[in-house]
C-alpha cells in the first residue's frame, strides 16, 4: 500500500503569511509601555525594537539556509537530528510537541478568552471556555484540507496589517508630541534595564518564524519558498514593528507611553479615530491572535507527525497516520490541543510558555551553529539552494544574540530554567523505551 504524502498546500503568499501571522500576534500592540519602560527613553526604545529585528533577521537567514538543505516535515527536529544525531533530535521534537506547542496554544487561547470577555463584558470566568472554543475552532479549520488554513491565515494576516498600517500613518502625519528623545522620569515604577534588556524584550514579540521550517513537507518548491518567506516575512515585521513604535511615539508622550503601559496602542487608536476606532482595533487584536493560533496549530502537529513518521513517539502508527480525505494529520493535532487544554485548566500556559523559551533557544543555537557544519560539509554549496549574505557575521550575530538571551534567562528566572530543562530530559526516557522496543 502506498504511502500517504502530505500535501503541498503552501505557495510564497501562504508561506509568508504563516511567518508574519505567526510572529505578529499581540507583542506588537501590547510590548510599547514595557520597552520604553526598561529603555528609559524613546530613543533607546526605538533602537531595541530595530535591533530585536536584526537579530532575529540573522537568525532567520541562517535557519533559511540550512532549511533549504533539509526541505522535509519537522522544522528543527529534523535539522538537529541530520546535524547531531537522533537523542538531540528527538529530545528538540519532544520539547516541541509536549511542552513548547501546547504551552504556546495554550497561552494565545487563554489571552484571546481574557480579551474577548473584556471587550463585550461577559463574566471573567468565560474566558477560560471562549479561549478553548476559539482553540477548537482552529482546529476544525486545521482538520480539513489545508488550503482553508492557508486561506484562513492570508485573510487573518492581511487583517492584523490594517490597523498596523493607521497606525503608522497617523503617527507619521497627524501626531503632534514627538516623543522621540523624550526620557522617562516621572514614572515611578520605571525599571530602567537599559538598551540589552530593552531588546530582550522586543525579541519575544518577534518569536514565531521559525514554525514555517515545521511543515516544509507541504510547501510548494520548499528550497526556494521556504528561505523567501523566512526573510522577506521577518523584513516586513520589523517595518511594522518599528512604525508602529515610531507612531506611538510621534502620538504619545513618552510618560504617557509608561503610564498606560499595555493599554498604550489601545489609547493612541481611541484618540486617533474614536471610540469605534478603538473597539475596531480590539477587534483586529482578536483576528490576530487567530491567526497567530492558527500559525501554530499548523506548525507544531507536524512535528509530532514527522516523529511518529520516524518511529521517535508513542504509538506512532496512530500519530503518523493521516486522514485519507484531508491528508492532514488529525491525531497529531487534536493530541496537542488536548495537552493544551489541560493546560489551560490545570497550570498558567502563559508562565510555561515563557520557561520553554529557554530550552527553545538552546535548539536554536545548535541549527544556527549547523550553518557552520553544513559549509564544511559542502565547501562548494552544491546541496544549498539558498547562502545567506554575509556569512560568516549572519550566523555569529544570530548565535551571540541567542546566548545573550540564555544568559539574562538564567539570570533573570533561574527556577523557571531549571524546570524547565527538567521537562526536556524527561523525553529521555521514552527515547530509551522507545529503542528498547525497536530492538
Not at 123 to 144: D, T
Not at 163 to 181: K, R, T, W, Y
Not at 227 to 248: D, E, T
Request: aromatic share 12%; hydrophobic share 50%; glycine share 12%.
Amino acid at each position: 500500500m502506498e504511502k500517504q504524502q502530505l500535501h503541498r498546500g503552501f505557495g510564497l503568499w501562504a508561506s509568508l503569511s504563516l511567518v508574519i501571522g505567526t510572529i505578529i500576534g499581540s507583542g506588537i500592540f501590547f510590548k510599547q509601555g514595557s520597552v520604553l519602560q526598561v529603555a528609559g527613553n524613546t530613543t533607546t526604545a526605538m533602537w531595541a525594537w530595530f535591533a530585536g529585528g536584526i537579530l532575529t533577521l540573522a537568525s532567520g537567514m541562517s535557519v533559511a539556509e540550512v532549511g533549504s538543505q533539509m526541505a522535509k516535515t519537522g522544522g528543527i527536529y529534523h535539522y538537529i537530528e541530520q546535524l547531531y544525531g537522533r537523542t538531540l533530535g528527538y529530545l528538540a521534537g519532544w520539547m516541541q510537541v509536549v511542552f513548547y506547542g501546547p504551552a504556546m496554544m495554550g497561552a494565545i487561547s487563554a489571552y484571546f478568552g481574557v480579551l474577548f470577555v473584556a471587550m463585550f463584558g461577559l463574566p471573567g470566568h468565560y474566558s477560560i471556555w471562549i479561549g478553548m472554543a476559539a482553540l477548537a475552532c482552529v482546529g476544525l479549520i486545521n482538520s480539513i484540507p489545508n488550503r482553508f488554513s492557508a486561506g484562513f491565515q492570508m485573510v487573518t494576516t492581511a487583517i492584523k496589517l490594517m490597523p498596523i498600517m493607521a497606525l503608522i500613518v497617523f503617527g507619521l502625519f497627524f501626531g503632534h508630541h514627538d516623543a522621540l528623545g523624550q526620557t522617562v522620569t516621572t514614572i515611578g515604577h520605571t525599571s530602567g534595564g537599559g538598551f540589552g534588556v530593552a531588546v530582550l524584550a522586543t525579541l519575544f514579540a518577534y518569536d514565531g518564524w521559525v514554525t514555517l521550517a515545521n511543515i516544509s513537507g507541504e510547501i510548494k518548491n520548499p528550497q526556494k519558498t521556504l528561505p523567501r518567506a523566512i526573510v522577506f516575512g521577518i523584513l516586513l515585521v520589523i517595518v511594522a514593528y518599528v512604525g508602529v513604535s515610531f507612531g506611538v511615539y510621534r502620538s504619545l508622550t513618552a510618560n504617557q507611553i509608561a503610564s498606560l503601559g499595555e493599554n498604550t496602542t489601545l489609547a493612541m487608536a481611541t484618540n486617533a479615530f474614536g471610540y469605534w476606532g478603538g473597539r475596531l482595533l480590539s477587534v483586529a487584536i482578536l483576528i490576530s491572535l487567530l491567526g497567530t493560533l492558527n500559525g501554530k496549530v499548523v506548525s507544531f502537529p507536524r512535528v509530532l507527525y514527522a516523529m511518529a513518521d520516524n518511529g521517535d513517539f508513542l504509538f506512532a502508527n496512530i500519530f503518523r497516520s493521516l486522514h485519507h480525505r484531508s491528508k492532514t494529520p488529525n491525531a497529531a493535532i487534536w493530541l496537542m490541543i488536548g495537552i493544551a487544554f489541560l493546560m489551560i485548566f490545570f497550570t498558567n500556559p502563559d508562565q510555561l510558555s515563557n520557561y520553554a523559551v529557554f530550552v527553545t533557544f538552546l535548539f536554536y543555537i545548535l541549527v544556527l551553529a549547523g550553518t557552520f557544519i553544513l559549509r564544511k560539509r559542502d565547501p562548494q554549496g552544491l546541496n544549498r539552494s539558498f547562502s545567506m549574505p554575509l556569512y560568516p557575521l549572519v550566523p555569529i550575530v544570530a548565535i551571540v544574540g541567542s546566548l545573550y538571551i540564555e544568559v539574562s534567562e538564567i539570570m533573570h528566572d533561574f527556577q523557571g530554567v531549571l524546570i524547565s530543562v527538567l521537562i526536556v530530559l524527561l523525553g529521555y526516557p521514552v527515547l530509551l523505551y522507545l529503542r528498547n522496543k525497536q530492538k
